[in-house]
């Protein structure tokens, strides 16, 4: 390529709001890096508009458009290579990316949690269910984590985190929104933070 920006693919699948943090921050941060793809499993979503808005290409892939889960694979990590993919960032892509696409990414895939991994996080901790269990389990802060992806759901080594407090009169909703702004921030960082890991 004729840039030497590096180039990432962002997997979404709803509004796209740390997408759109992402975005913004690359320009205000002047990172040397490029968001170059939005990969979705839905073909409509906040994150896909904001892509065609700003002349991001898309992919939509999902499973059932494949006659099995290894050509559905294989049409992915195709699609990733041809936009030459250097870094992938989950952000809020709600499917297990296929053991086959992680092991083609080695260090090179992050996600981000809503919460602080290792607590509450695992298969069905997504969302409001994740505030909804840290208000019930007494939490007096929480937060969120950037971390590396693997085969295990939010399993990977922790890249970067940051703590949020958990107020008295707090509801999911309201303790969402305030993790939700902490994400935005703590993203680009991590992403900062990698490219820093990645010049060493
Ligand atoms: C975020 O809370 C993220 O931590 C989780 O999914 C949510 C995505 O929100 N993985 P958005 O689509 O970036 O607004």
New binding site residues.
Partial sequence: MTTNKTRIAVF??????????LFQAIRNKQLPAEIVLCLSNRAQ???MEFAEQNSIATAHITEKQFASFDEFTLAMVKRLKEHHIDIIL?????RKVPDAVVSEFPGKML????ALLPKFGGEGM??IH?HTAVLEAGETETG?TVHFVNEEYDKGEILLQRTVPVLPDDTPETL?AR??AC??ALYPDALEKLLTLQKS
């Fill in positions: 979404c699948s709803g509004n796209g709001s740390n997408f759109k943090a979503c906040g994150a989950l952000a809020g892509y709600m996600n981000i949690h809503p997504y969302g994740v969120a969402a993790v939700l994400e935005h």
